[in-house]
């Protein structure tokens, strides 16, 4: 399958700069750590267990928006408006599907190894964490949605600068809001409802859920795949207008 | 014939790009645009290669519409600007291509080691494509259109911005491929590129089609060298069928003059009456 060669290529690109993609991914999940595990939350109780618990899903699942959504997204971007590598695959006969599957999983690669590097840092720092299959299959979906949504951000933002405001007024508030590391519930009603509908906020709730208790919550699994399988249909869409 | 241009067209906003093209390339031709900037060539040839959709007419390419997917599979395509994916080695950006082409690996290693040999960047194969000249990439952007054994190459400006040296190694190459049966359909606006290279020439300005012929008959039209004078009321040109003749036209010569081959620029402003430009 073709979606594979799109794939390939990301592979390559992260083999080769690997350390710095490690070392980038390390930050600001240990800075969290400290701060809202180790510094803010030492003594705090939430829902019972000890706070670094309770934020550890929190920062895996932010991460593994954030990380999906810019490996695809900022380098789609600056491949359609710079580089112009994107005609690469465009002159090729690659179906859109394809292309955009092999990008999406790209982002799969990259936020899974973010959250592994996360629950490595949970270790140390002391956290007790179940993990089982649901609990990677809540972060695979996350990376595969924010994926497809850095794909659409891509096709439709015209400058690396605008790309950069997305992510300030989308994404970094989502990093915070959407139940990573306080319960929207603590928010005003209407507030919380808005948060509720955001994907980041189940993606938090299930794996908090699953790391506490080993079960996955089925309707926040649902809205995870309802999210998924909207944006690649969404993404599958731009990608297929990209020609003027 | 291999490409069936037929009334094709492209308007952005009030803009038309490209106006009712005509024109039909045999096989194994090496046919050149020539056109000044803006004159619409990298406009035709995004439509023939599926970069860009056309707002009328038809393109077929071995009487396929070029909207069709099978197409893909015949062409080469080596565009204007440098797009070569500068986070990969060359061998690594020819085996993007043949994987997207869905090449088989045996086949796919040897076809590269022959066209990173084709191409002379064999001993660089490994190294980032960010390091090379822009020769380098140039020559291996070539490499790369043809990894998938198209029948038919594309090649928009494929000298501009290069050395003479340089610029003689990529005519060579393109007259070797066009030696094993491969068709050429290539942009320039160098006539001289052109008259070495192409058996037809098309000139295009503002998007249409305005001279048709070999380069000799193009060249015909206005003579093969020209003489450029500074007088009074600024540069004059005067056109002659060979150097000799300007040469005895310039002997009783006191000011400042010179003697050059006829370019697009002088082919150009006998067709229209303008300079390119106006
Ligand atoms: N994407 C585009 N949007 C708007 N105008 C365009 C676009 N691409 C090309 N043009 C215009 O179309 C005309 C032909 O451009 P082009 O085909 O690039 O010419 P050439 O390759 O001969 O220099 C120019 O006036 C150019 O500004
Ligand atoms: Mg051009």
């Not at chain 1, 959504?69 to 859109?96: D, H, Q």
């Not at chain 1, 955009?100 to 899974?112: F, N």
């Not at chain 1, 949970?122 to 924010?146: D, E, K, S």
Request: proline residues 3%; contains cysteine; glycine residues 8%.
């Amino acid at each position: 399958m073709s979606f594979y060669a799109v794939f390939w290529r990301e592979m390559v690109t992260l083999k080769r700069t690997f350390f710095k993609f490690f070392a980038s991914r390390l930050v600001s999940p240990l800075l969290y750590l400290i701060a809202f595990g180790w510094g803010l939350g030492r003594g705090i109780k939430m829902d019972g267990g000890n706070y670094m618990e309770y934020v550890v899903p929190g920062i895996i699942a932010l991460s593994a928006m954030s990380t999906s959504f810019n490996a695809v997204g900022t380098s789609l971007n600056i491949s359609r408006l710079y580089n112009k590598t994107l005609e690469e695959y465009l002159i090729a006969p690659v179906t859109t599907q394809a292309f955009v599957l092999g990008k999406a999983l790209s982002g799969v690669a990259r936020g899974l190894i973010a959250s592994l590097i996360i629950l490595g840092l949970a270790f140390i720092f002391g956290a007790h964490l179940i993990l089982n299959g649901w609990f990677f299959l809540v972060i695979i979906l996350t990376c595969f949605l924010f994926s497809t949504l850095g794909i659409i951000a891509a096709m439709t933002i015209n400058s690396h600068e605008d790309m950069g405001n997305f992510n300030t007024f989308i994404i970094l508030p989502m990093s915070f809001l959407c139940g990573t590391f306080f319960s929207p519930n603590q928010l005003p009603d209407t507030v919380a409802f808005f948060i509720e509908i955001l994907p980041l906020t189940h993606a938090s709730l299930c794996l908090r859920e699953i790391a506490r208790n080993g079960n996955i919550l089925p309707i926040s699994l649902g809205v995870l795949v309802v999210y998924t399988l909207a944006l690649y249909a969404g993404a599958v869409l731009v990608m297929q207008r990209v020609r003027d | 014939m291999v490409i069936q241009i037929n009334k094709l067209t492209k308007k952005y906003g009030d803009l038309t790009a490209v106006d009712n093209l005509d024109l039909h390339i045999q096989k194994k031709e090496v046919f050149a645009l020539l056109g000044p900037n803006g004159a619409g060539k990298t406009t035709t040839i995004r439509m023939l290669t599926m970069l860009t959709i056309p707002t009328g007419g038809k393109a077929l390419i071995n009487a396929q519409d070029v909207t069709s997917n099978k197409v893909k599979k015949e062409i080469g395509v080596v565009p204007q600007h440098m797009n070569l994916d500068l986070e990969l080695t060359a061998w690594e950006n020819l085996e993007l291509h043949g994987r997207l082409h869905r090449m088989p690996r045996d086949k796919l290693k040897a076809r590269i080691n022959e066209l990173l040999t084709f191409v002379e960047i064999n001993s660089r194969a490994f190294e980032l494509v960010s390091n090379f000249s822009g020769g380098m990439k140039r020559r291996l952007m070539i490499a790369r259109a043809l990894m998938h054994y198209p029948s038919i190459l594309f090649l928009d400006e494929p000298t501009t911005g290069l050395d003479p040296q340089t610029r003689r190694k990529i005519w060579d190459l393109i007259r070797r491929l066009n030696a094993t049966g491969l068709t050429v359909l290539l942009t320039t606006h160098y006539i001289e590129e052109a008259q070495i290279l192409c058996h037809r020439v098309g000139i295009m300005d503002k998007g249409r089609l305005i001279a048709l012929g070999t380069p000799q008959e193009l060249m015909k039209k206005v003579g093969e060298v020209v003489v450029e004078f500074f007088g009074g009321t600024g540069t004059s040109y005067k056109f002659f069928a060979s150097r000799q003749q300007a040469l005895e036209y310039v002997s009783h010569f006191r000011g400042d003059f010179l003697i050059r081959e006829v370019s697009l620029e002088d082919v150009f402003v006998e067709i229209t009456g303008r300079k390119v430009g106006d």
